[in-house]
């Protein structure tokens, strides 16, 4: 049974991930310990010790690919620093399936690097809204 760290989104918003049991428990400490906490809606503990079983596949899979350098800045949320050649390796990508999301060091580089701005892809405004809330976005 595991309890990982599975992504550092603010001083105060992490998220943990693992097993349901585990999970339990943690939601139980606290909740006994007046710490707000929110069940996310999610198929898989992702970024967490628990996907590691899936690793060797995809490992497989990402060495039958071209990986290749960014053109542009790559800031990554494993690191929390820019990235160029670790982004070709299997060794970076599957580190990102277990590795917490480093999301505030990463948005920190985004605020230090004083880019003109920055695009979100994706269905929602999830990370302009954290950034948002550690004061890198107006």
Known sequence: QTLSLSAVNAPDA???GGDASVLA???EWL???DMAFVELDVSHAFHASTMQ???P???AEL???SLNKPEIVFISTVTGCPETDALTTADYW???VVQPVRFLPAAQQLGLAAFDAVVEIGPSPVLVNLARRIGLAE
Request: aromatic share 4%; hydrophobic share 45%.
């Open 31 to 33: 909740g006994r310990h």
């Open 63 to 65: 060495e039958k690919a």
């Open 25 to 27: 428990l943690a939601h």
């Open 14 to 16: 992490c998220v943990i």
């Open 53 to 55: 079983g899936m690793v």
């Open 94 to 96: 599957c580190s990102q």
């Open 57 to 59: 596949a995809f490992r």
